[in-house]
Structure formats: structure tokens, C-alpha cells
């Protein structure tokens, strides 16, 4: 394998990233300056700031495909060269966009708390330690099952189809242990990436305890986001529902949602939201989004695949075709679809663990209502230069309003229930 066209392709792509890390340090020094000048962001100066880090986004996003496309000669060297190349650059991007992200959340209120509480973060290299460590074991799992099938092929002395079948059906192993391992440890790896501790509120413990025991759910492990500056109020769970021990599931909250719980309709409030998440175990929601992020993602790299495959067949017989071409656009086609296909089965899923929660679980529907307007208005003062409100979806949620839409007739149903309760007993 040469290494010195890859060396290249590195330095190249890491030139647009290293240009946005500087520029990020320049604007977070700017920022500093004037936060000694100004108590307060306004939403102006927060959707001003916002505006800036974008377009510098887009620019840095543009010059990476240009350093892509003047480097291309550079690829098709060798088919070592092409493949990492694709993969260095698909890296860059990605990395370039973290930082992006991280730079956006910190111009929002209550980012200054970072600097005031610096013990209440993971430090970089531990946080990167472990993402890398899940890393290592995803891509572990899904080359050694390839490499015990290339044993097995040499070992029986199978060659042709029978050898292609083997190594195929080991990659399709490993490709979904790979999966399931991602799935099954995202609560184990989470705990030592995010800085959190285990709920101690023994009244709100024994809360969650009874509805999980109602629900006839496997209770999961409580604990709290111990980061002050996470402002939003959210609540989520990780793992699987039926894995035990140190795989057991999580259930997690943010220290916003657990901070207004004195009042009676804002523990019904709360229960309601933590009943929403129950129904998301209870429907095996997890296990569906697993079973189509394998199917979206299975499809994405099997194109991938192919198109590599043509791509080194084709230089290799001198044939120019435009064949590779078209299947990596296809690939690139894919993708958008797949994303957008878990997009929407994971706003579908949300309606049906609202709809569960109050028909199954036996949340107030009233209650889920005036929880999701108060998530919903302290989150968007949040955001408020992000246009999301009760009216627009998110990533992974449809909109609030649509929620509210589906839940008003169950709730005008509890209400007439109600009512007529009343008279009976009157």
C-alpha cells in the first residue's frame, strides 16, 4: 500500500478543518471580550452570531469539496488511495461539523457556565478515549468476523462462489453484531462520556419505580446530567429494555426537567413525560429503530461497496465508464433517503408512545399537553435564533403543535369522563 498519496489526501483535507478550528478560537475570543461588555445575549446578537458560524461553516464545507476535487488525480493512483480518500474526507466533514455544532451551543445562554463549573465536563481526551474505544470495538467486531471468514475460506480451500458466499455471510455477521453492539452499549459507553450520576431523590425514585412496575417494564437505572449549563428539559432512554447488568438500559434527565416538581399538576406533568418514555420501551421502539438503521445502513454500504468494486475493476481492465460514477451518486442518493426514512419512522414513533402513554399507561392527557408546551417554551427560549418552535419538527420529533393535535381529543375525552364521574357521584 503506498502511504505517501494517503499522507497526502490527509494533509490536504485537515487544511479546511484546521482553518475553521483557528477561526472558531478568533470568534471565541471575540466572544469573550464582549461578554465582560454584555450581561445578557439577546436574540438578536445570539441569531447574529449563529448567522456568522454558518456561513464560516459553508465555507470551510465548499473549500473541503474543492481540496476533494483538485485532489482526484491524487486517488486514482491506487485503489488504496481512492478508497481512503473517500473515507478521509467523509471524516473531515463530519469533524468539521462538530465543531460547528459545539460552537453554536456555546453562544446560547448559560454557556458561560462552563468556565464557573469546568469540574462538571469530561475532559476532551477522556471523552475522545471513549468514543474512540466505540469505535474500535464497532469496527472490531466487523473485521474480525471478515477475517475469521477468510480463514475458514482458506482453511477448507474454498474458492470461487462458495469463497464469495462465506466472506459475505461474514461481513452480513459482523455488519449486524457490529449494530447490536453499537445499540446494546450506548448506555455503558454514554455514562462514561457524558458527566452524570444516578438519581438520589429518593421521593422521585419511588415515583418512576411505581410506574415502571404498573407498566410491567423492567425498571432501568435513573440518572441525572450532572451539567448545569444543559439548560433544555429532556428526557430519554438508551439500551436495551430487557439487557441486564452493566448493558442495563438508562433512563436520563436533564437537571431542568427535575427542578419543578412541587406543585401537584407539574408531578402529573412529570409522569406523563416519563410515561411517554415508558411506551417507548413498552413498543419496543428501540428494537424497530435498530431493525431499520440495519436495513438503511446494510443498503447504503452494499452500494458503497459496489461502486468501489467497479470503480477498481474498471481502472483495472483501462475501461473508462461512467458506471462508478452513477453508483456512487446513487450511494450518495441513499443516503439522503435512509436518513430521512429513520427521520420519519422516529416521529412516528414519537405520536405512538404520546398515544400509548395515555391509552395504555395511563397518563393525563391534559397533563402531556401542558408538559409539552412548558418543554417546548423553555426549550425555544433556548434556541431562539434556530426557528424551532411549537409549529416546526426537529431532526427526530414531529412538531409540538401536531403532538398537542393528536393528544386534544383523548383529552377532551378524559374531560367528559370526568364530567360524568361527577354527576354520579353528585
Known amino acids: 500500500m503506498e502511504l505517501k498519496p494517503i499522507l497526502g489526501l490527509l494533509i490536504a483535507s485537515a487544511i479546511p478543518v484546521v482553518m475553521f478550528a483557528l477561526w472558531s478560537e478568533y470568534f471565541r475570543g471575540g466572544l469573550d471580550t464582549k ?6 445575549s439577546t436574540e438578536e446578537t445570539i441569531a447574529d452570531h449563529t448567522l456568522r458560524i454558518r456561513i464560516a461553516g459553508l465555507l470551510s464545507t465548499l473549500l473541503q469539496l474543492f481540496v476533494f476535487l483538485v485532489t482526484t488525480p491524487v486517488r486514482q493512483e491506487s485503489s488504496s488511495a481512492s478508497v481512503a480518500g473517500l473515507f478521509i474526507v467523509l471524516f ?13 451551543r456555546e453562544i446560547l445562554p448559560g454557556s458561560d457556565e462552563r468556565q464557573s463549573n469546568p469540574d462538571s ?21 466487523l473485521f474480525g468476523t471478515v477475517f475469521s471468514s477468510a480463514v475458514a475460506v482458506a482453511a477448507f480451500r474454498l474458492n470461487g462462489s ?41 421521593k422521585v425514585i419511588a415515583v418512576l419505580e411505581k410506574i415502571f412496575l404498573e407498566s410491567g417494564v423492567q425498571a432501568p437505572e435513573f440518572r441525572r446530567i450532572s451539567i448545569d449549563s444543559v439548560r433544555s428539559a429532556n428526557a430519554w432512554v438508551t439500551g436495551f429494555p430487557t439487557f441486564t447488568g452493566p448493558l442495563r438500559p438508562v433512563l436520563w434527565f436533564t437537571p431542568a426537567l427535575l427542578a419543578e416538581l412541587e406543585s401537584p399538576e407539574q408531578q402529573l ?48 481492465q483501462s475501461i473508462g465508464s461512467a458506471l462508478p460514477l452513477l453508483t456512487m451518486a446513487a450511494s450518495i442518493g441513499l443516503v439522503v433517503f435512509s436518513f430521512r ?8 414513533q414519537e405520536l405512538e408512545a404520546d398515544r400509548y402513554s395515555v391509552v395504555g399507561l395511563g397518563a393525563s ?5 401542558s408538559a409539552l408546551k412548558r418543554i417546548d417554551t423553555w426549550n425555544s427560549r433556548l434556541t431562539a435564533s434556530s426557528s424551532v418552535g411549537l409549529t416546526q419538527e426537529n431532526t427526530s420529533h414531529p412538531a409540538v403543535q401536531d403532538r398537542i393535535a393528536a393528544l386534544e381529543f383523548l383529552a377532551a375525552k378524559e374531560r367528559v369522563e370526568n364530567q360524568d364521574s361527577i354527576k354520579k357521584a353528585a
Open 35 to 40: 461578554g465582560s461588555e454584555e450581561s445578557e
Open 92 to 104: 473531515a466533514l463530519i469533524f468539521q461539523r462538530s465543531l460547528q455544532y459545539r460552537l453554536e
Open 121 to 141: 465536563y469530561r475532559s476532551p481526551p477522556s471523552t475522545f478515549f471513549w468514543a474512540l474505544a466505540g469505535t474500535a470495538l464497532y469496527m472490531g467486531i
Open 162 to 202: 462458495a469463497a464469495i458466499a462465506v466472506i459475505g455471510l461474514g461481513a452480513l455477521t459482523g455488519f449486524t453484531l457490529a449494530m447490536g453492539s453499537n445499540f446494546a452499549f450506548s448506555s455503558w459507553f454514554l455514562k462514561r462520556m457524558v458527566p452524570s450520576e444516578p438519581l438520589s431523590d429518593a
Open 269 to 316: 406533568e412529570f409522569e406523563a413525560v416519563v410515561k411517554h418514555e415508558v411506551a417507548h420501551m413498552k413498543l419496543h421502539h428501540l428494537s424497530q429503530r435498530f431493525r431499520l438503521a440495519w436495513i438503511c445502513s446494510l443498503t447504503v454500504f452494499s452500494s458503497l461497496a459496489l461502486s468501489m468494486a467497479l470503480n477498481i475493476f474498471f481502472r483495472s
Open 341 to 348: 426514512k429513520l427521520q420519519r419512522q422516529l416521529q412516528k
Open 365 to 369: 392527557a391534559a397533563s402531556l399537553i
